[in-house]
């Protein structure tokens, strides 16, 4: 199935094209008046020059005015091959169309309603039949059943025309259109962009990029400047303003060798707090024991990092080489890294 992007405006196309797989585009003169376009001829020239295919209106009363104003656009600079001209349909216009159809030139017959009138742009050998879907179905026809009819009569009956699903307004049009199985589809880039979005796919993407940080990332891509350490002779007070100024619920304490002994924690100021009350923020650090302080290596994996996190389950662990401290690993730094 053929997908043209439905647009005048420049910048959308432009954006639109990058993706490299449309097979063209169709704009219209209501497009361009909507844009603020009034060197319409200028604007259609511009427009050749960014896309494969061009679907631009040919208007006139009879099929000679249609006829001649195909041509003219075509000696200003387009090209046969890769424009199609757009006929609402009529007598008059599919006289013009079978009259350009005998040059080799391409034509959509567009502003179908009906069978009766796609048959007639089918019989006089339109390339593109164009029912428009949303506006038939804003006065409450039936128009996915006028386009499937559509479809059954080309591929009963042989004609070279292509069925093109217009005036598209939902994400859903586009489900029909590939249902019912039609052979084209003009879509405006508001919902084409929406095309690829499921909150699924979304959630198993993010899982993938999540999972391949944690396996590719080590601890020191993600460790900060941050290095809240304490001497053991300072005190309580000294080790708090530490971790305030560092933004952690922890610091290291170390030997006057810059050795790790443990960790203080917000946990332990609180307990000591209880304990001792106000006279526990002047003790010496050098007058507490710590636990072994919870290390991991700065060439460690994430992957490692997130299982320690949750074997040991703590919020902060001291990223140590030779047993002097580099940082502190707090566990919503490694998850927002995680996260991107």
């Known amino acids: 199935m053929e997908l043209y992007l439905d647009s005048a405006d420049i910048k959308e196309i432009e954006e639109a094209f990058k993706l490299g797989f449309l097979t063209g585009l169709t704009t219209t003169p209501t497009f361009m008046h909507r844009g603020g376009v009034t060197n319409i001829d200028k604007m259609i020239l511009d427009l050749a020059k960014k896309v494969p295919i061009l679907q631009v209106e040919a208007l006139g009363e009879t099929a000679e005015e249609v006829v001649k104003e195909a041509k003219r656009q075509l000696k200003m600079g387009l090209k046969k091959d890769t424009t199609v001209f757009k006929i609402p349909v009529s007598l008059e216009g599919l006289r013009a169309c079978r009259m350009l159809r005998n040059e080799g030139i391409m034509v959509n017959v567009h502003l179908v309603y009906t069978l009766q009138q796609a048959y007639m742009a089918m019989q006089a050998g339109a390339t593109y039949v164009c029912p428009l879907v949303g506006r038939l179905q ?156 919870i290390t991991i290596a700065p060439e460690a994996l994430l992957d490692e990092a997130q299982k320690l996190f949750k074997e040991k389950k703590v919020d902060t662990i001291s990223v140590s080489e030779n047993g002097k401290q580099l940082g502190m690993l707090d566990i919503q730094d490694m998850m927002k890294a995680i996260a991107g």
């Open 138 to 293: 804003d006065q409450g026809h039936d128009a996915l059943s006028l386009v499937q009819q559509c479809v059954e009569a080309v591929n009963y009956y042989g004609y070279d025309s292509k069925i093109m699903f217009s005036s598209v307004r939902t994400v859903e049009h586009v489900r029909n259109a590939v249902t019912i199985g039609v052979h084209t589809i003009t879509v405006p880039w508001k919902l084409m962009k929406q095309l690829t979005d499921n909150h699924m796919t979304q959630l198993g993407t993010q899982q993938f990029y999540e999972h391949t940080r944690l396996i590719t990332m080590k601890v020191k891509d993600v460790l900060g400047r941050s290095n809240p350490v304490v001497k053991d002779n300072a005190s309580v007070s000294e080790a708090l303003v530490e971790m305030t100024k560092h933004g952690f619920g922890a610091v290291m304490v170390v030997d006057a060798k810059g050795k790790n002994k443990g960790v203080f924690t917000d946990g332990g100021l609180r307990r000591g707090l209880e304990k001792e009350g106000n006279k526990f923020l002047s003790k010496k650090l050098s007058a507490m024991s710590f636990s072994e302080p």
